[in-house]
């Protein structure tokens, strides 16, 4: 079988490149195996002496595809099915650049960040529990990633000088590999003072373990609350946009957000300028 190959380049894997990088890879081989092709066949069931003859680029794409009508962006799938590529040149013994796929097939149209409404906020917020409020309250006001958020402890939240600390720890390393210091609005310092202390994390469950369904909580409330698309990076988003109409330079936000570089940031400008000339031109013609 294929998946008996698995560990071992994993465990490679795991000693060559970032802990960050590991999980994502093994996170996606173990979703690629038990991916569901159209015919009803798992790829897992293929072995590693017919793999060439019997995994196909159709394949490949019709995984993208899969991933997507999953509820996956675009950009995450073309992601996804690379990485698993990456797997399967190393079975095949492909050189680099080789393979059933390329980099070409997993472009993408870059979509302006998608932002919530002030009206989408108070019905999000309306529909949290006090827990669930503290925890997007966060992601709203410090622009976290979901990750930050889940890794965050005590020892980062500096009350006095009201700021947090994005830093490495055991098992985490910030996505950038860079630390950073965020400036937090008063009012969320208040909000995170409420919650309880039961072991390291900011963030834990009800039983002591660290706080990890941002993602799934965030589709409940949505839900519930009747706003689409809710997602933890949606208020990310909305945090950079925020910022940047409000003002705030560019290079600070790109601080505060933690971006390598500059351009990533601009994404989140060109956002702020858009919903800001809307409201303009909304202005205009509604005078008259």
């Known amino acids: 079988m294929v998946s008996h190959t698995l560990p071992a380049y994993l465990e490679e894997y795991r000693l060559s490149q970032s802990e960050e990088s590991y999980e994502l890879m093994k ?44 509820g996956r962006s675009v950009r995450t799938a073309g992601n996804k099915m690379l990485r698993a590529n990456q797997y399967l040149r190393t079975v095949m013994k492909l050189k680099p650049g080789e393979g059933l796929v390329t980099v070409k097939d997993a472009k993408y149209v870059e979509l302006e960040p998608e932002v919530y409404s002030q009206s989408e906020l108070d019905a999000f917020f309306a529909a949290c529990n006090p827990f669930q409020f503290a925890v997007f309250k966060t992601l709203l006001m410090s622009g976290l990633r979901k990750q930050e958020l889940e890794n965050l402890t005590l020892d980062d939240v500096d009350y006095d000088a009201g700021t947090l600390k994005v830093c490495a720890k055991e098992g985490f390393r910030p996505k950038t590999w860079e630390e950073r210091t965020v400036e937090l609005p008063s009012d969320l310092l208040e909000i995170l003072k409420t919650l309880p202390r039961r072991n ?34 949606k208020f990310r988003a909305t945090y950079a946009t925020k910022l940047l109409q409000s003002g705030i330079d560019l290079k600070t936000v790109q601080k505060l957000l933690g971006h390598k570089n500059l351009e990533s940031t601009m994404r989140y400008l060109a956002r702020a300028e858009s919903i800001t000339v809307r409201a303009k031109v909304d202005s205009v013609f509604n005078g008259h």
């Open 200 to 233: 390291a994390y900011v963030f834990t469950t009800k039983t002591g373990g660290r706080y990890t369904h941002a993602w799934d909580d965030a589709k409940t409330i949505g839900k519930a609350a009747g706003v689409k698309d809710a997602h933890p990076h």
């Open 27 to 70: 996170q996606t081989l173990g979703e690629f195996f038990g991916y569901e092709k159209p015919n009803g066949q798992h790829v897992r069931g293929f072995t590693s002496t017919n793999l060439v003859n019997r995994i196909t680029r159709l394949d490949m794409l019709q995984y993208k595809a899969w991933l997507v009508e999953k």
